[in-house]
């Protein structure tokens, strides 16, 4: 008896011990494993006194969602939370979930650097996904450059700039002004052109491009050049003048709401696509929802992507887009590259093991994404994109259809040249 007794308060301190370091360790596992999901100390990923806390890191959204640009912008919001939704659901970026502070452009350029300005100095935001307009761009660009901030830009643009300090996930000139007059030039054997335009930086200086390429190369003529304030509304008097210089080529770079006018009174006044060719590198399926696919139908289109794209990657990208936005909803060019934005400063952040913005820098260059909605990018050395250019002829529908691709284009921004 007196064995039995021993060997049971035996068995019972040994029980004991091993229900205590099988707790021991749990507990130690258990916090490794916390430790483990929360990323790296806060110390060693944000040197430079970004808004990175253990669990969270705050980024700006930076669009109009106001004013005449709201029409073209809207979408680009839209893609950049529903890209920093989705990261978040995978658990964030070096294990902190993102948050953002989203300010309004508000279509007025000195409010972009403004609002720049709070974000960057105030806020402290690891990055800034925004702006549209060349212009805002501009009004920006020395903000971020002064408080080292970082800049994902997702408008297809004029190119002439590289800076340290902003990512282009859009289309540069080479990638989109020269190959879709060389398209065209091809295609519908044109020899003369009509430049028109918005009055500011972009359409000027992308129609400044244009018109050396027609000249230069293709040996074309550019029969008249025209701009307009943003918001204008009345075209009468320069369609009278297309009308009697009869172009081969109406190559048009209005922008915002403007575009609603423009085509309603180009079809009220006759000028419709089975007479008249009409290319535009500013007119996706964010303005087309407003202008109206029975206005644009038959003119073409030069961007990147169109929503139609027939691809995988581009079918769960609507998908999930209209799961969210709603099934009415559309994608637009731009509002594709903004979605890469997130991704794009995802991938770097990771790469380096840092949100400082220097580090992220240095890591992007080759960064590649193979599950962009356009089918592939790559981040090259100079900040833009490896891109496809593509040709949407437009429908009734307000879809485009896409008639034309081609290879994978380098980034060029500084084509010899056109400066």
Known sequence: MRNNRSEVRFNSKMRKSIVALALLVYGTLSASLASYAAGPPTA???TTGLAVTDDAVTVGILHSVTGTMAISEAGSVEAEKLAIDQINEMGGVLGRKIKIIEEDGASDWPTFAEK????????KVASVMGCWTSASRKAVLPVFEKNNGLLY????????????NVFYTGQEATQQILAGLNWIAQEKKAKTFYLIGSDYIWPRTSNKIARKHIENVLKGTVVGEEYYPLGHTNFGSLINKIKSKKPDVIYSIVVGGSNVAWYK??????????????????????????????????????????????????????????????????IGDVTQAAYLGPWLWKAAVEKAGSFDVDKVVAASPGIELTTAPEGYVKIHANHHLWSKARVGKWKKDGQAEVIYTSELIEPNPFPAGYQ
């Open 265 to 330: 009174q180009l079809k009220a006044a006759g000028i419709t696509s089975d007479k008249w060719n009409l290319l535009t590198i500013s007119v996706t399926e964010d303005e087309v929802k407003g202008i109206g696919g029975e206005n644009v139908d038959g003119f073409y289109s030069m961007m990147k992507y169109f929503q139609s794209l027939d691809i995988d990657n581009n079918k769960k990208f609507v998908a999930a887009f209209k799961k969210k936005w709603g099934a009415d909803s559309v």
């Open 153 to 164: 830009y997702p408008t297809f643009y004029e190119g002439l700039e590289q800076s340290k």
């Open 44 to 46: 060693q990923v944000n």
């Open 116 to 123: 720049s300005k709070k974000l960057l100095e105030k806020d």
